[in-house]
């Protein structure tokens, strides 16, 4: 089964304390990124990988870090968790979208992150 | 870069009646805007998407619609049913050498009420 799967699907965590989020993908997409979600705010992108070992960051990349080390696996690092990264976090991913047709993006189940 | 603006933030109509999302974008090089359905607690599908070189597209009870000169687009949906509660999104972007990135609305909560 096509899937981008997501673990921990819940985190609750203290302020400092490093984690890491991780993405995997079983459909050989090229392009994969990591959003936030809260409350009004929308979906809004932290860091994006166009291909293996290629990362750029998104609108929110403050506080994050990614690699991108394996084609289908795009982990997602907080190194100091801070209250304000309390959040839901979904991984994408995409094939490469060619002129003839659009490609849609594959969401992972989400992370419920709590950072007290 | 590109900034979405989604109207209204929430949304309730009858179950039958039509509801209309609108969403307009700032950056006139985007060129392919999906929506997203998001139901309580899944994650965000697909589920209908349009091309700058077409004017609307439809698919059974949704259709989306855009004007590139008013740098607008929006998703109509008819007959409402209950299962059609849930949060939607539009998104926009500029496809083409190599860009994938989507800049999402921030959301329309969608109530059908039975």
């Known amino acids: 089964e096509a899937q981008v799967t997501q673990n921990p699907r819940y985190l609750i965590t203290v302020t400092g304390k490093k984690l890491t989020v991780t993405c995997s993908q079983n459909?050989?997409?090229?392009?994969m990124s990591w959003y936030r979600q809260d409350p009004g705010l929308g979906l809004r992108q932290i860091y994006y990988?166009?291909?293996?070992?290629?990362?750029d960051k998104g609108d929110v990349p403050e506080g994050y870090k990614v690699s991108r080390k394996e084609k289908r696996n795009f982990p997602l690092i907080l190194e100091s968790p801070s209250p304000n990264q309390t959040s839901l976090y979904f991984c994408a991913s995409q094939t490469y979208f060619d002129r003839v047709s659009a490609h849609e993006q594959y969401f992972g189940p989400g992370t419920r992150l709590t950072v007290t | 870069g590109e900034n979405v603006e989604q109207h209204p933030s929430t949304l309730s109509v009858q179950e039958g009646d039509s509801a209309v999302i609108k969403c307009t974008y700032s950056?006139?090089?985007?060129?392919?805007f999906p929506w997203y359905k998001q139901e309580l607690g899944k994650r965000p599908q697909l589920i209908i998407d349009?091309?700058?070189?077409?004017g609307e597209k439809k698919d059974q009870r949704i259709a989306v619609t855009l004007n590139k000169t008013a740098k607008h687009f929006s998703l109509h949906i008819t007959e409402t049913q209950p299962e059609d509660s849930a949060v939607y999104f539009c998104?926009?972007?500029?496809?083409?050498?190599?860009?994938?990135?989507?800049?999402f609305g921030k959301g329309t909560k969608l109530s059908v009420i039975p």
């Open positions: 990988s166009m291909n293996v070992e290629v990362t």
């Open positions: 998104a926009a972007s500029r496809r083409g050498a190599g860009s994938y990135q989507l800049t």
């Open positions: 349009i091309r700058s070189n077409v």
């Open positions: 459909m050989n997409h090229e392009y």
């Open positions: 950056d006139s090089a985007s060129n392919y």
